[in-house]
């Protein structure tokens, strides 16, 4: 059963060109790992400072594989750095997907 990774991100205004140039880095690099079956970002319609990333894995072991990839250490200090306003993660159980 696929693992869903479903992230809600709100980014401070003046981080938004380092976001968006990190974010896509992120995903082209997610996208190219094993197991990675999709690493979606999406923009909200209501605020364009808050991102929405829908990461789909095939197992755990590739979630963790993921977390030991530069681009993801690139979101680690991101975060760090204070760029968000806030950021929240939650996991799932992928059931009915396409």
């Given at each position: ?40 970002v999406i923009q ?55």
């Amino acid at each position: 059963m696929p693992i869903c990774i479903v992230v809600e991100a709100e980014i401070k205004e003046d981080r938004m060109d380092d976001f968006l140039d990190m974010i896509e880095k992120n995903a082209i690099g997610s996208r190219a790992e094993p197991g990675c079956v999709r690493f979606d970002v999406i923009q909200a319609a209501d605020a364009t400072n808050k991102f929405i990333f829908y990461e789909v894995y095939e197992k755990s072991d590739d979630i963790a594989h993921h977390k030991e990839q530069p681009h993801y250490a690139a979101w680690v200090a991101f975060k760090e750095s204070g760029g968000t306003i806030s950021s929240v993660s939650k996991k799932a159980s992928g059931k009915f997907m396409t």
